[in-house]
């Protein structure tokens, strides 16, 4: 492809609902402790999106936030990509609902399913349009209200997720900053270890699927952990190779947040200190296709990206998929 124009990132912003949960409540639901969920995941509380709330009014806070930051108006936008894996209803997608809250009437818009890895993937497809041309400015948002698909009588699963929104702007950027290079891909034969059995067509969800509990997340964590900790380290350095860099140049990580060991093994494995890596799992637990936008924009609030870094996303999740980006920030 003939690169017309860079991709990078003009403004971020995201939003998490007021409602948090600590372990400490988490306790009197399940069999689980403070203690362990803290020593096993990182995890200290969450937040949780009251009914009446839905993904697509969390996508329009963090939408707005990153449009003002981005200095753009909403009629500016060419394209919205909204990442979830919970949205509003199956059509019309979640990003229709955005594209109309915010007042986007020129934007192409669709949801991406790619779980965890959700919105790498989207931000590495709204690369792709705005590299091509045929995009000048795309909003890519990750949310979800995991909280709704939670079985909290399954302490396996119940302490890890919550909810929340996270969004960037991609627009152009001069030569040599923006995407870099990019990694993503998928193995479908790991379906098995992370899905929702009633979400869709194959099993409906009926009273006999609520009452055997098939409307929630299903998950084999040891299965999940044994990819996560090979894949998370191994697609950040694909794309690093991809952008002519090694691990050496990474100047800040943000990883996918689902588990603090995760995140640190994949540091270790690009032999990163903590301290270029960006950790917010104590406050949101896992957000899903959420986490990495979050985690970004609190990090470009609290100044810890500066022109010339180089900023790496890495994300791992159901389906199983991956996908790793490089940016030169600008
Ligand atoms: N509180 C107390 N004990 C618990 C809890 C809990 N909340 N959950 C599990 N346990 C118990 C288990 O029952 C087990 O007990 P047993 O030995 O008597 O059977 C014991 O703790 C150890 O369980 P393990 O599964 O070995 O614990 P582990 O250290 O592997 O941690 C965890 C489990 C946190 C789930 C880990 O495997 C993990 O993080 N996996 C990856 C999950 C992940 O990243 N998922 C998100 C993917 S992204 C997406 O697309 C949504």
């Known amino acids: 492809m003939i690169v017309k124009a860079n991709a990078g990132v003009l403004g971020t912003g995201h939003y998490v609902p007021e409602r948090v949960v600590t372990n400490a409540d988490l306790e009197k639901m399940v069999d689980t402790s403070d203690e362990w969920i803290q020593e096993r995941t990182g995890i200290r509380e969450r937040h949780f ?5 839905n993904t697509s009014d969390m996508c329009t806070i963090a939408a707005k936030q990153a449009l003002d930051m981005a200095g753009l108006s909403p009629e500016e936008l060419d394209m919205i990509i909204v990442c979830t894996l919970t949205p509003d209803m199956t059509i019309p997608s979640t990003a229709c609902i955005v594209q109309k809250n915010i007042g986007a009437k020129n934007a192409a818009v669709f949801d991406l399913y790619a779980a965890c890895s959700g919105f790498a993937y989207g931000a590495i497809t709204a690369t792709q349009y705005i590299q091509s041309g045929m995009c000048k400015n795309v909003l890519v948002i990750g949310a979800e209200i995991l909280s709704r698909y939670m079985d909290f009588t399954d302490r396996n699963t119940c302490v890890l997720f919550g909810d929340g929104a996270g969004a960037a702007v991609f627009g152009q950027v001069p030569e040599g900053y923006g995407v870099l290079g990019a990694d ?19 099993i409906l969800p009926t009273d006999e699927a609520r009452a055997k509990h098939l409307t929630y997340i299903k998950m084999d964590g040891k299965e ?3 990819f996560a900790v090979k894949v998370m380290g191994r697609t950040a350095e694909k794309a690093l190779t991809r952008a002519g860099l090694s691990h050496e140049d990474i100047d800040l990580l943000i990883p996918h947040q689902a588990n603090i060991r995760i ?17 917010n799992i104590h406050k949101y637990a896992n957000t899903s296709g959420a986490s990495i936008p979050i985690a970004m924009d609190e990090a470009n609030r609290q100044g810890r990206m500066k022109r010339d870094d180089i900023v790496v996303l890495a994300g791992f999740g159901a389906g ?3 996908a790793g980006l490089v940016m030169k920030w600008y």
């Open 49 to 53: 999106a009251p009914d009446g709330v």
């Open 184 to 202: 993503m891909g998928a193995d479908g034969n790991g379906g098995k270890y992370l899905n929702i059995p009633s979400s869709g067509v194959a």
């Open 320 to 322: 199983l998929t991956w």
């Open 263 to 279: 995140i640190q093994s994949a540091a270790k494995r690009l032999h990163l200190p903590m301290d270029k890596v960006f950790v």
């Open 224 to 226: 999940v952990y044994k």
